[in-house]
């Protein structure tokens, strides 16, 4: 590969001057010594070649310094609009990961019995995956969903999810449901947008960091640095923060205004929200009016009034219901008499839903004061500039610099429903898809979802294991959680068949999910399970048949969005050294595995399917009868997206930046059709209709509840645990951590060594305790009683409420030197399942807990 | 003449601690110790809590203690504003560690190549590093520096010597940034030459209000925090990392 530039330091092969030798009572045996030897007998190569950061969510663009082909370094791509040339702290840490002894070095098979810390044989990589292939073809012979293929991370959806799912035919579970899916559900049927709410930046002067973890990680498809980057620059031009969490910590001195609300709540508060703007008269009835079903006609069964199937509004200029959309005047508000029955307008019922939702009624709820809900709802609507419109790289769009940033608060009981009202606070506004305002996805690319959520069909049993169409979830993230209790009591749930197989792509059930015995428990009843992983993860360990050692960053990958949202652009990951050991990157391995397994080529065979995923067509395809290398496959794709120089285009460069995204494309209204022809969902007719449908089908309450039409506040389950347990137990990530595998970088061990809770001062000493006290922490679950506890050390903030305890997650770990010892995971002692879990299966992670002296 | 000052933008910093990872890797540092650190500090009581962050590398000072107490000279002031450390000739007296109000000096108790986090002997991967302790090691690092050719770059060489940030001598000669700025996410990190007023980061202080750390023992430090405040004495530290150094 070419040597290029770094920081503006041309030359980079030429690092060989001032070598001195003689230097070893310095240095001993050490490396140091080592390289400067060679020197002596000729010129260190020194290069730096482009590569894509592994160890976390957001694939930023890196350059990998190399001395004689080993990696020193990596640092940010200037070029990458992502993260313009920085890294954050993993980012900079992952290096360690290149060369950590304790990777997989080999294949392994268990000789031992599973469920308990594994025994193993090494394994070639043929045999290994001869015994795969073997097991998994065994039960896709009889029912190829009975295997089910698990992912974390996956970091080339085109080549796993899309393309390896497929050519097998099996089932597939992701990691969702513990990140902020219900949100991405909430988003996906309000306003047809796969994600969940972040702002506008270049334009936004009032946000709601809304449990926003501001100074750590999360956010709608960026895990840390580039919101954090444009949130900076957006402060500058005087963006002002009201951050609306239980801990000041998430957002620590960017919150210009700290609502410290009760865990759970948030529903509540937005609820307030809606309610304020309409009291105030912030209502932007021209957005209301064109592009949502605000104006659509419901009926005392709270369905649309529909004619030959088409939802009907009142159309003020000819006094008469008419179709929605062939209106001159179509009516937001009012009670209007059709044919005899009574029509009112969802509007209308949604302004009457959230009357009784005063300052004062959320206060009460949200535990926090009527006067600040009152100043935001204020401060909100006055910033929202409603009837105003900004040009935006030459384009007139509605300007509504209000934003909401929201993403893992989605990750509670009431998740769904809290982002659909959040979402509502943002269309009263006509925030959605503004200028300044509030979007879930760079494009209004409208998700398959948002039609599939138009009209539920709730099934009888008996159900497939992820109860797909069931009456349980008619809106059905697929829950890994739920997946363990249907794996333990199928008869309950009306499945008949559980799955037999499961091949785990880079992901760890055991360290990552919450109900911990539950997850347990269930892997046991699988009869095979392939554990695909750089390391002997917790997962592997206990319940791995085979281990196929996979690369981490050293490996290609992609292709791999580098937007910022305003730059289109795109790169690979390319491997900056050979694979550690005997690994493979993931691509390899799935080539290999459906050549042993007789399903690589062909009509139906992967390659087919990479080609279908990828977009491959002739001159480009893949031809169906020879096994490519992956370099080749990049190499056919980079040609097909007009780069004659074929990979060596990303070799040589790094990314393919295309540009700044044309504001047709990112805001809503400007968009051909405006909103990507959707019409917005302020009703949920569906939603209704659905609860209908599962109480007609014997659903429990517990099941139906929430799924309203209109977001309905009610006290979440952890409120039935008995008082002792006084505390609200929350939980959070932080910058040095995410996924398991950063707990295994002994760089980031350092920076966060041990486990702790989080705790008021005030709350502790009115216990007798003081910070740095062992304690247990004793959760209890409202629904089935039980109980669970872990110890860990106190740990003494001013910034989190004083009913409320956190805990960072990433830690009780035991399979990597560096991740034992380090205290508990909450995850050991939420519950899953009924009652911590959104209507859409998600992980809510609130608990009641108590705290006491060890 | 150039003279190098680092400015730390405190309306910027998220305390994501970047700039003491890269420069951990960068320096080739053993555990516990941090050439930069990012203080994460908290003060007021409950809900008027204030939390900021506070970046502390070495302060480079003009009028530098640690200089003055070296008595073998291998604590030294450079023209262009560097204080820096000669290996080669420290004598782990420590005197520099005790005059330093910072707290930045850092001493090589133990054997630098058992403190690099983790065992590098494993044959199967010294075939694919040579040997190199850490894996990573830099071999600026082994080069000579400065009109004077002094060892002074990177850290961790061995047992009985004292180290601390050197504004990461070796990339600032040629031209190159400081590692923590180049990674800092935010750009809460500046550095340049501010003996020439024209420069980015002296017209940047110029147009900011800004303190220096400890400015009253008149130690002239080369490092300027813009935004914020100094902090107050009633601050605490959350989220405090161990390193091996007095604070």
């Given at each position: ?53 592994w160890i ?38 992952q290096?360690v990961s290149i060369y950590d002894p304790n990777r997989l070095k080999t294949p392994l098979v268990r000789t031992n019995g599973k469920g308990e810390r594994g025994e193993w044989r090494t394994a070639t990589w043929s045999e290994a995956l001869a015994m795969v292939a073997e097991r998994v073809n065994e039960v896709r012979e009889r029912d190829p969903k009975l295997v089910l293929w698990q992912k974390g991370r996956s970091k080339a959806?085109?080549f796993y999810d899309?393309a390896f799912v497929k050519a097998i035919d099996s089932s597939k579970l992701?990691h ?304 890994p ?6 794996m ?10 559980v799955p037999e197989v499961a091949i785990l792509h880079m992901v760890n059930p055991l360290g990552s999910f ?5 997850i347990i428990e269930s892997y046991k009843k699988f009869e095979f399970v392939t554990v695909i992983s750089p390391w002997l993860n917790e997962t592997a360990d206990y319940f791995a048949d085979v281990v196929l050692p996979a690369a981490t960053i050293e490996k290609y990958e ?15 990951r390319?491997p900056p050294m050979e694979p550690l050991f005997e690994s493979r990157g993931e691509i390899d391995i799935y080539l290999d595995l459906t050549e042993a397994m007789g399903v690589l080529f062909g009509?139906?065979g992967y390659l087919?399917e990479v ?15 020879e096994k490519p290398t992956v370099r080749e496959i ?105 996924q398991s595998r950063?707990g295994f970088i ?67 770990l035991w399979s990597h030197p560096t991740s034992r ?34 | ?117 983790g065992e590098w002997d494993d044959p199967d991967l010294q075939a694919v590093t ?5 894996p ?112």
């Amino acid at each position: 590969m070419d040597t290029v530039t770094r920081r503006g330091f041309v030359g980079g092969a030429a690092a060989t001057t001032g070598v001195v030798a003689g230097r070893d009572f310095l240095f001993g045996g050490s490396e140091t010594l080592a390289s400067v030897s060679e020197t002596a007998l000729g010129p260190v190569i020194e290069d730096v070649v482009p590569t894509t950061c592994w160890i976390g969510k957001q694939d930023c663009g890196m350059l990998a310094r190399r001395v004689d082909g080993r990696v020193v370094k990596f640092d940010g791509d200037p070029a990458n609009p992502r993260n313009v040339g920085t890294l954050c702290p993993k980012g900079q840490a992952q290096i360690v990961s290149i060369y950590d002894p304790n990777r997989l070095k080999t294949p392994l098979v268990r000789t031992n019995g599973k469920g308990e810390r594994g025994e193993w044989r090494t394994a070639t990589w043929s045999e290994a995956l001869a015994m795969v292939a073997e097991r998994v073809n065994e039960v896709r012979e009889r029912d190829p969903k009975l295997v089910l293929w698990q992912k974390g991370r996956s970091k080339a959806k085109k080549f796993y999810d899309d393309a390896f799912v497929k050519a097998i035919d099996s089932s597939k579970l992701g990691h969702g449901a513990y990140c902020s899916d219900a949100g991405y559900r909430a988003l996906e049927y309000t306003i047809g947008l796969h994600g969940v709410q972040h702002p506008d930046f270049e334009e936004t002067r009032y946000l709601l960091g809304w449990g926003w973890n501001i100074t750590n990680a999360g956010g709608n498809k960026f895990c840390w640095l580039t919101w954090p980057r444009q949130m900076v620059a957006a402060r500058d031009r005087g963006l002002q923060i009201t951050h609306i969490d239980p801990r000041l910590r998430s957002a620590g001195p960017f919150a210009d205004t700290w609502l410290p609300i009760r865990p759970g709540t948030d529903l509540a508060l937005a609820l307030a929200m809606c309610n304020g703007l309409i009291e105030n008269g912030v209502v932007d009835v021209d957005y209301l009016t064109t592009y949502t079903n605000a104006p659509y006609l419901v009926g005392d069964d709270g369905m649309f009034l529909r004619v030959d199937d088409l939802p009907q509004v009142w159309d003020s200029a000819s006094d008469t219901a008419v179709p929605a959309g062939e209106a001159s005047e179509p009516a937001l508000e009012g009670t209007f008499e059709v044919e005899g029955t009574t029509y009112t307008t969802g509007f209308t019922v949604f302004k009457e839903h959230v009357a009784p939702s005063t300052p004062e009624w959320a206060a009460d709820i949200c535990g926090i004061p009527a006067a600040q809900i009152r100043s935001i709802v204020r401060e909100f609507g006055e910033n929202a500039s409603i009837g105003s419109t900004k040009v935006i790289d030459g384009v007139e769009v509605p300007y509504r610099p209000v934003g909401i940033m929201a993403y893992h608060m989605a990750q509670q009981e009431l998740g769904f429903q809290a982002l659909r009202a959040m979402t509502m606070i943002n269309m009263l506004v006509g925030a959605v898809g503004a200028a300044g305002g509030t979007f879930s996805d760079f494009t209004w690319k409208i998700d398959k979802n948002y039609e599939a959520f138009e009209q539920f069909t709730v099934e009888d049993p008996p159900y497939d294991f992820l109860l797909k169409n069931s009456k349980y979830f008619p809106i059905n993230t697929g829950f890994p959680g739920m997946l363990a209790k249907v794996m333990l009591d199928p008869e309950r749930y009306g499945v008949e068949e559980v799955p037999e197989v499961a091949i785990l792509h880079m992901v760890n059930p055991l360290g990552s999910f919450p109900g911990q015995p539950e997850i347990i428990e269930s892997y046991k009843k699988f009869e095979f399970v392939t554990v695909i992983s750089p390391w002997l993860n917790e997962t592997a360990d206990y319940f791995a048949d085979v281990v196929l050692p996979a690369a981490t960053i050293e490996k290609y990958e992609g292709p791999i969005s580098a937007t910022d949202q305003y730059i289109d652009a795109t790169t690979l990951r390319l491997p900056p050294m050979e694979p550690l050991f005997e690994s493979r990157g993931e691509i390899d391995i799935y080539l290999d595995l459906t050549e042993a397994m007789g399903v690589l080529f062909g009509e139906e065979g992967y390659l087919a399917e990479v080609n279908a995923a990828l977009g491959l067509e002739e001159p480009f395809a893949l031809p169906l009868d020879e096994k490519p290398t992956v370099r080749e496959i990049f190499d056919r794709w980079s040609r097909a997206q007009g780069l004659d120089e074929g990979i060596e285009y990303f070799e040589n460069n790094g990314v393919l930046v295309e540009g700044r995204i044309d504001p047709t494309k990112r805001f809503g209204y400007a968009a051909d059709p405006p909103f990507g022809g959707v019409v917005h969902r302020l009703y949920g007719e569906s939603l209704l209709d659905a609860q209908r449908q599962m109480q007609a089908k014997g659903a429990d309450e517990i099941y139906w509840r929430d799924y309203t039409a209109l977001p309905t506040w009610r006290p979440p389950t952890m409120e039935g645990s008995p008082s002792e347990y006084d505390l609200y137990l929350i939980s959070y990530h932080q910058v040095e951590n995410k996924q398991s595998r950063t707990g295994f970088i002994p760089l980031l061990a350092e920076l966060t060594p041990q486990q702790r809770l989080d705790i008021n001062p005030a709350t502790a000493r009115a216990k007798g305790l003081n910070d740095g006290d062992e304690v247990w922490v004793e959760s209890h679950n409202a629904v089935t009683g039980e109980s669970r506890r872990v110890k860990t050390n106190l740990a003494f903030t001013e910034g989190i409420r004083p009913d409320t305890v956190g805990m960072p997650h990433h830690f009780g770990l035991w399979s990597h030197p560096t991740s034992r010892d380090r205290g508990p995971s909450p995850n050991e002692i939420y519950p899953t399942g009924e009652g911590y879990m959104a209507n859409t299966a998600d992980q809510s992670f609130h608990v009641k807990v108590k705290v006491e002296r060890t | 003449m150039t003279k190098y000052t680092m400015v730390v933008d405190l309306d910027r910093c998220q305390g994501c601690r970047a700039c003491m990872e890269a420069c951990k890797i960068e320096n080739n540092t053993t555990e516990g110790v941090f050439w930069m650190y990012v203080f994460r500090l908290e003060e007021g009581e409950y809900p008027n809590t204030q939390q900021t962050y506070l970046p502390r590398p070495c302060q480079h000072c003009d009028n530098a203690p640690c200089v003055k107490v070296c008595p073998v000279g291998a604590r030294y002031k450079r023209e262009d504003g560097l204080v820096l450390t000669d290996f080669d000739r420290c004598i782990g007296c420590r005197y520099c560690e005790l005059a330093c109000p910072y707290g930045v000096n850092y001493f090589n108790w133990g054997k630098p190549e058992k403190q690099h986090y983790g065992e590098w002997d494993d044959p199967d991967l010294q075939a694919v590093t040579g040997g190199a302790n850490p894996p990573w090691s830099n071999p600026d690092l082994a080069r000579p520096h400065g009109d004077e050719q002094r060892m002074v770059a990177g850290g961790g060489h061995h047992k009985g010597v004292m180290e601390k940030c050197t504004f990461c001598v070796h990339l600032v000669e040629r031209g190159e940034l400081p590692a923590c700025v180049v990674t800092c996410p935010v750009q809460a990190l500046r550095f340049g030459n501010t003996d020439d007023p024209e420069t980015p980061v002296s017209r940047f202080i110029r147009e900011h209000g800004h303190f220096r750390l400890l400015d009253e023992l008149g130690t002239e430090p080369r490092v300027v925090y813009v935004g914020g405040q100094p902090p107050s004495d009633e601050v605490h530290e959350i989220e405090l990392v161990h390193a091996g150094v007095e604070r």
